[in-house]
């Protein structure tokens, strides 16, 4: 319990020092973008909206820094991430709720699958060391070693096209809505597929590697010899004694290593045109939507952060030494 | 301490005596040499070493300047144009060329500057302990668990047009908490060993202790750690590129494929515009990996694939070798074979 306070107190400092990186980002900004917004709209923004852009630019030249932050964490906490510039009236908050779904879909279930098989297939390569299963692992690292945004152009170029089975870009079928039915489930699924696909296998060599390294090392402690002294089959020794062991560096390894692992996958989406996060800061990327680009920043961080908690949970529940204390 | 001889002979019999007169020399140099004898990491750095050549030569063996267009608008790869050519008549080759340097450039510079911020940071924590080690851990795990591509495009896409050098210099200041993380365990360990204490209690100042009895054996850490960052420093910075943040007048390979896709060079089945500069990524990461795995056998052996393992024995059946295990060879131990016999006698010897 402690240490679950203890890593739920440092998430929350995280979160803080994202949140105060953002506040700060926007005032590098050059010149100010929310007056050639306005002027490029002329007298179809609130009075609010202007006012709340002002307070995320840090454009209001009465109030000193420190009240400036204090303004923003009010707005903050209120669920105003501002106006975005590309899908003008629509606010940050509505843009990344619709857009947060599909990321949650296919990244964190695609790294959560990457993680399980790339572990399991890592106890097999560790297990067997020294027979044909260590040819392959050169083959990995050069997988592994491809940006995923790359790997995801060769996929479409040589499954997607005309007449495929796989669409080569958007998240559904463009007529459909979306809802939980027989129509659009299909549809997502099938769109899917393809991103799903070049995400796991670029990413989980890397798990593939560090398990067989942990079971490798595991292998040669004296537990394990001992479980083979006393009979137990090859079977039981190899997954309840060394894998049981080798797979909690891995797990502490995998909430360490999420942040960069949702940095690369989000590019995924861009090449698919898949309408999660990913592709949308492309786009607020393309247009200089400032607000779109934080709001879609603090939503990154402040989801790896739960994933993080997550991660611990679990880790707290496969090994018993972090309960006792 | 002239004891080296009966050691040896303890440890390897038969060989000490014999191997002493002019030994000195030879091992030495197949101490120095050890690393490269490693298949893995000396193909790493055969292949790293082509591309630093290239880095440095690109510009000038490049059979074309990569802006100049021509009439040969998206041609296949052919005699004239290695890797084909654009929408323009650019010639992908020389793009290719060319652009070597800027990625090598990228990937050193921000692998220089983070290394030297994780030395600084995780070797203080590790060695100071107290306040200041809780301050700069917590400092390095945030670091860690925000995710650094997304905070990179920010804040490159804040500066109009970034250069190379400041794409570095982001990279570099953002993606150094992993080595630091490590550095601090390793030193943590090290700090209470023997020969520190040893040094502390000599009168050792804290700077030579850390520069001089410290950082050595740190040092295949810090290279592992070093050849990580290069590669995710040139994964960043050819993602910027691709997405079209960062100066795009210059070329790197992720200018040639920002360019492909913005031209649907996959639609106009132009395979020839994407998949070169994919490959030299790819093949890039390859040997940066393969050196870090060549690092990490060189520090534990005990990682580095084993030759032959299954083992036939007397009787025809065979028998998987396996850490910490001795399979039995012999089929009974009552009739010991002659093979057996001779080398118990060497070693009573």
Redesign the interface.
Known sequence: MRFLLQRTAFYLFTAWAAITLNFFIPRLVPGDPVQSLISRNQGRISADAIESLRVLFGLDANENVWEQYLHYWGQLLHGDLGLSFTFFPAPVSTVIGDSLPWTVGLVGITTIISFLLGTALGVGAGWRRGSWVDGLLPATTFLSSIPYFWLGLVAIALFAGPGSFFPSSGGYEPGLVPAFDQYFIPSAIQHSILPAATILVSSMSGWILSMRNMMVTVSSEDYITVAHAKGLSERRVALSYAARNALLPNVSGFALSLGFIVGGTLLVEIVFSYPGLGYQLFQAVGAKDYPLMQGIFLIITISVLVANLLADVAYLLLDPRTRKS | MTISPSSIEQVIPGQGAMAQPSAAPGRAKRRQFRFIANA?AATGLVILGIYCLFAVIGPWVAPYNPDARSGDVLQAPSLRHWFGTTHLGQDIFSQILVGARSVMVVGLVAGVLATVLSILIGVTAGYIGGAADEGLS?LS??F????????I???T??V?QASDTLVALIIGCTSWA?GA?VLRAQTLSLRRRDYVEAARATGERTWRIILFEILPNLTAIIASGFVGTV??AV?SE??LA????SSISSWNWGTI?FW??GQQA?AQGA?WW??P??LA??????A???IN?GI?EFV?P??R??????IRTADGRTVR?????TPVLAPTPSVPTPRAATTREDVVR
Not at chain 2, 281 to 286: C, F, K, V
Not at chain 2, 305 to 310: E, M, N
Request: hydrophobic fraction near 65%; glycine fraction near 8%; charged fraction near 15%.
């Open positions: 893995k917590a795990n945030v860690l668990v925000i995710p650094a591509l997304p905070l495009i920010i804040v896409s804040i109009e992993w993380r590669i995710f994964m050819i993602t691709f997405i079209g943040i494929l492909a896709q996959l395979w994407f998949v500069a994919g990524i790819a093949l890039l990461g390859t940066l990996a393969l795995f990490d534990s005990r990682l694939s084993a030759g032959r393992t299954r070798m396996r850490v910490g295990f």
